[in-house]
């Protein structure tokens, strides 16, 4: 008895979410309640000549004329034609659009939380994924919650928002066709592939590298003869392996501290700030940290290093290395002592880098750095928190300060200025 | 977090809760958060000072709360009375002063402030500007989740 009581303090404490349910043929589907205006039955829509088939026509909403859209002809889902009697009509508000859409019936209201939503998969059938936004299995049953805002959002919209012209955009099947063609088709799959099986989210960070690496892609698997498409996760690590930047999750070599050392100038350096995002094991860290007191020796380094990662990132403060590991650089600065297992940092490089267990999507709180370091971690992150990180980081970063991100990761150009030093690049804000 | 602090809080809530109950425990996966989140009934909160400043809340239903504290006290509970919330926020206070006395052992020096026990449903906590630690623990006699934020003085 205790056990189900506490589940329900549980169930109803954790709601923060309510959608509207409804129905076509036969399937649960939902969206989010902010994006519904009203629910209504009507009938008798007026006709539109020469509208996409799935514009049911304008319907007069006390005064306010709205396009009505058929979801089920839209989806290509099988309608129960009733001519003439009321239909289910759901009145949403996508950004300044108002419109109804029709199914075959509207459920219920239904409270969830968030947690239970989970991502949808690329091999869903009916519905685009693209307009998926997740789904959620609540009270025994299965809902697929649209993501209005990509259906009918701006987005899709062309420059002028005539009715016939926003389901034209929309339907999915269309756009792949009239657009795009086959290849771009798989490049989409493949993208959204990525993002499902690794969270690697494409976008304008990473698209000029996700395009060079798809047409060498297609060149070996097609004499490999093998599908292009990814279908495990073997497929997406092995497209992804050539993303990763050099000196990932080994000490940084000796070229990488000529090319620091150059960007950083030759001026006075009372205290130096660097975050490290994602710094794994900590490899980065002590190498940022090893590579700024051989070349600024007076400087005051301190170093935020964090990663979400509990396993890799506990074990970072007693990094232990073999000989052939240590770079250059690291012997002649004498930052490493011999001790049991192998060589590891000395006390003073240790003492200047705090080590955290913290996920960079939650709150930064972090001084004015000099350098910061996000090394192939923006792209695994969703678009929202890409944006949102990169605007922290300008914010973050001193006015002459350094951004060092993967080596095939591009921030967007009004904001930050590209410099290349060596085989090194990095960007100062613009 | 800093990943030194994490392991003091870890151990001493599995060390203090084997010793004072008697029972097997096991110890969920760890992670982060940062939003607001549900309370399950009881919550003992106890607040962290000195070098680093920050909170740890033990967060238990009322069942859990009552069986842990009749298994403290050696007597069957059934009502959440003073005696039962003495005998959980003592438990909170071991916890955290354990954790406290091995960090001072790392050179990291805290200071607690007295324990307080929340009860009531449908509560919430709120503080999105620190990011929290979860440990959540599975015993016979429930589920408690710790709930460490720290973070340094600025």
């Known amino acids: ?430 | 977090m800093r990943v030194e602090y994490i392991n003091p809080f870890v151990e001493a809530a599995f060390n203090i809760l084997k010793e004072v109950l008697g029972t097997e425990i096991t110890r969920g996966e760890l992670y982060l958060k940062s939003s607001s989140q549900p309370v399950l009934g009881v919550t003992a909160i106890v607040g962290l000072t000195g070098d680093v400043e920050g909170r740890v809340l033990f967060d238990m239903s009322k069942e859990t709360a009552l069986a842990i504290a009749s298994a403290m006290n050696g007597e069957e509970m059934t009502k959440l009375d003073d005696l039962a919330k003495a005998t959980i926020n003592e438990l909170a206070n071991m916890i955290t002063a354990q954790s406290v006395t091995k960090l001072s052992d790392l050179g990291y020096k805290f200071n607690i402030t007295p324990p307080a026990i929340f009860t009531g449903e449908k509560m919430e906590v709120s503080d999105v500007s620190i990011e929290a630690l979860i440990v959540p623990i599975e015993m016979p006699l429930g589920k408690l989740e710790i709930n460490v934020a720290v973070k340094e003085k600025d």
């Open chain 1, 1 to 430: 008895m205790s056990n189900t009581s506490e589940q329900i303090i549980e169930k109803k404490a954790a709601i923060d979410f309510k959608m509207v349910t409804f129905s076509i043929a036969g399937k649960e589907y939902a969206v989010d309640i902010m994006k519904v205006k009203e629910i209504s039955k009507e009938r008798n829509f007026t006709y539109v000549p020469n509208a996409p088939m799935y514009v049911l026509g304008v319907h007069n909403l006390r005064g306010e004329i709205i396009p009505v859209i058929d979801l089920r002809k839209m989806f290509h889902l099988p309608v129960n034609e009733t001519e003439g009697s009321e239909e289910d009509v759901l009145i949403l508000s996508v950004e300044d659009l108002t419109l109804g859409i029709v199914v075959d019936s509207i459920d219920r209201v239904v409270g969830i939380s968030k947690e239970q939503v989970q991502e949808p998969h690329p091999l869903f059938g009916d519905v685009n994924i693209r307009y998926i936004s997740g789904v959620v299995d609540t009270g025994g049953t299965m809902y697929v919650i649209l993501d209005v805002e990509r259906i009918f959002g701006k987005e899709e919209v062309l420059a002028e928002s005539h009715m016939e012209k926003v389901p034209e955009k929309t339907l999915p099947v269309k756009t792949i066709i009239s657009e795009s063609g086959i290849k771009e088709l798989t490049l989409q799959f493949i993208t959204e592939t990525l993002s499902a099986l690794q969270s690697f989210h494409v976008t304008d960070l990473n698209i000029a590298w996700v395009k060079r690496r798809y047409k060498e892609w297609k060149n070996i698997r097609e004499t490999e003869n093998l599908k292009l498409q990814l279908e495990n996760i073997q497929d997406a690590d092995d497209f992804l392996k050539p993303f990763y930047s050099p000196y990932t999750g080994v000490l940084w070599g000796d070229d990488y501290k000529d090319s620091i050392h150059k960007l950083i100038g030759e001026k006075e350096h009372g205290i130096m700030h660097v975050w490290n995002s994602g710094c794994g094991k900590g490899y980065e860290a002590y190498s940022i940290v090893c590579i700024l007191k051989s070349g600024f020796p007076g400087s005051n380094i301190k170093v935020w290093a964090s990663d979400n990662d509990l396993l890799n990132i506990s074990s970072a403060p007693n990094l232990v290395l073999n000989r052939d590991q240590i770079p250059a650089y690291i012997k002649e600065g004498d930052f490493v002592e011999k001790g049991q297992g192998g060589f590891r940092f000395k006390r003073e490089v240790k003492d200047a880098i705090v080590f955290e267990y913290h996920n960079i999507t939650n709150r930064n709180e972090y001084p004015e750095a000099d350098i910061i370091i996000a090394r192939d971690i923006l792209s695994f992150l969703d678009i929202d928190s890409q944006t949102r990180i990169l605007q922290e980081f300008k914010n973050g970063l001193k006015d002459d300060g350094i951004l060092i991100l993967g080596s095939n990761e591009i921030p967007p150009e009004r904001d930050w200025f590209r410099m290349e030093e060596g085989s090194l690049t990095a960007y100062k804000k613009a």
